[in-house]
């Protein structure tokens, strides 16, 4: 019997066969970090999937939440991000070590390139990215990276990445809310067997407010931001709603008893208006 029950989350299955949960929770430099709700996360939500980057600079306090829940390394799935800062061959291989010892763990689950764009002064953006890929590539071989991916990739770089490399990547995660459905990116990925996950599944609470989302959530008696992750998971996406809050964290988390109507999928779907709340990557060459 585990020490702790997991939440009971399905599963999306990664070209290489393995099966990283649909839900998983998010943690950043913006807007804090908070100890307390990591662990009260794992050991008190069910939570199994953690999201990172280095460019968050929370890897070391994640390790020691980590340690605190006191769960087995293999009940979790740990992703973690390279920055652009660190691309290159040499240089993403010893990121990546370097942040496996600061997390006090021997691999990551997943491994992504965080963007699409060199921070090397001189360097093509291709190039570089075919490069750093290769590193991720041997990481992956070595089994320092159980999979690896991209992040705020968009299928251009995806179609150069597949031309200049061997391993297509297992994942790509982007920006994914009712305001920015980026379709033909998601109908790319599904033919090429890459994952689609999406961060800032609330619009940083910009679409809390709409109020098609607000009638939704009036008419299942949920939160609108159940709603919204609901929504998200239902169209086979990976999800990782982030906060530091413990009573939003188990909102986040009570959404697999909920099922939206087709009309419901409908409205949502018809909120796209292409907005970005974040980083948005479409002039990245």
Not at 95 to 119: I, N, Q, R
Request: hydrophobic letters at 35%.
């Amino acid at each position: 019997m585990p020490l702790f029950p997991a939440l009971s989350c399905p599963t999306v299955q990664l070209s290489n066969a393995l099966e990283i949960p649909i839900l998983g929770l998010g943690t950043s430099h913006n807007g804090g970090y908070s100890h307390d709700a990591v662990v009260y996360a794992l050991t008190e939500c069910g939570i199994r999937h953690l999201d990172t980057a280095k460019r968050y600079g929370c890897e070391e306090k994640l390790g020691e939440a980590i340690k605190e829940s006191r769960l087995l390394r293999s009940d979790l799935w740990l992703t973690n991000k390279l920055w652009p800062g660190d691309y290159g061959y040499k240089a993403a291989k010893k990121a990546c070590l370097d942040s496996c010892t600061a997390m006090g763990v021997e691999y990551f689950d997943l491994y992504l390139m965080h963007w699409p764009e060199s921070l090397k002064v001189g360097s093509f953006n291709r190039e570089i990215r075919a490069e750093t890929w290769r590193a991720l590539e041997d990481l992956y071989k070595e089994g320092v990276c159980h999979a690896i991916g991209v992040s705020n990739f968009l299928v251009r770089h995806l179609e150069q990445l597949k031309e200049d490399c061997n391993v297509v990547p297992h994942v790509n995660q982007v920006e994914y809310h009712p305001f920015q459905q980026p379709h033909r990116l998601m109908e790319y990925c599904r033919k090429d067997g890459i994952v689609f996950e999406g961060y800032s599944p609330l619009a940083k609470g910009q679409v809390l407010s709409d109020p098609v989302v607000q009638q939704i959530a009036k008419k299942h008696r949920r939160t609108a931001a159940q709603i919204c992750i609901c929504w998200s998971i239902q169209n086979g996406v990976v999800t990782i709603p982030k906060s530091i809050k413990k009573n939003r964290i188990q909102e986040n988390c009570q959404v697999f008893g909920l099922q939206l109507d087709e009309e419901d999928m409908v409205a949502l779907g018809n909120l796209h208006d292409g907005r970005h709340v974040t980083w948005d990557p479409t002039n990245v060459e």
